[in-house]
């Protein structure tokens, strides 16, 4: 992998976000850009947002790739599904597209996978030489499995089937609020699904991300597992740091297809 400073951008359902990163230390070298994600969400509005945060950088960027997520499915570089975003992407050339628009290399990512990975590289699971699964509890659940430091890509276990209902529409921090629920009442739901990843997967460590992650204590705690399950570092972070050490690592594993 290449080291030095490269360009993340996280794309979310109300603000994409840019900073560069410094792959040294795993954090930002630069202030963060966030715009307010377009309603219409096409893949061309958004990359046009995207091409405008990279502009911000232009003195700073070097020959690497710009590291983009995006809350979809993605293999080779094309957008397989589409979550929180406009069904248009649903099979589109996302990468391609992306490319085009903001004129340099682009590696596209899911943004659950760069929070895995920005965990496992410089955060709360650094150096971890095992089976790591992150899940991300927000409007939905986002995961993330990295084995031995690799990352393997598009999982989505938050809609792993459990009593006969998606995971996520039953126990994710979504259904919290939405719910009202206290974090007493979240937990039976919450240990319903983590044992039923750690039956399936038999993980290392679990690593609990998303916003409510800065409340871990009023909920992690109480939740009895085999695993050791803790909080994530980066929160807000993880995603533009994932995307730019996956696009440094891209030119030294580029994708086979």
Partial sequence: ???????????????????????????????????????????????????????????????????VTIPAVVTHGKTRSA?????????????????????????????ADAAGIAEVKYGAAKGHPGLVIVTTLGTGIGSAIINRGVLVPNSELGHLEIDGHDAETVASAGVKTK??????????????????????????????????????????PKLTLKTPIIPADLRNRAGIVGAAWLAADSVSNPDPV
């Fill in 1 to 67: 992998m290449t080291a030095g400073l490269v360009l993340g951008i996280d794309i979310g359902g109300s603000g994409i976000k840019g900073a560069m990163v410094d792959l040294l230390a795993g954090d930002f070298a630069t202030e963060r850009i966030r715009i307010p994600t377009p309603k219409k969400s096409t893949p061309e509005r958004i990359a046009a947002v995207a091409a405008r945060i990279a502009q911000q950088f232009s003195d700073q960027l070097g020959d690497e790739p710009i590291g």
């Fill in 179 to 220: 719910l009202d629920l206290s974090y007493s009442e979240w937990v039976p739901l919450l240990q319903r699904y983590y044992s039923h990843l750690e039956n399936l997967f038999w993980p290392d460590l679990l690593v609990v991300g998303g916003g409510v992650s800065k409340n871990s204590q009023k909920f992690l």
């Fill in 83 to 111: 979550a929180n975003i406009d069904k248009s992407w649903i099979d589109a050339d996302a990468q391609t597209i992306f490319e085009e628009v903001i004129g340099r290399k682009v590696v596209l990512v899911n943004d």
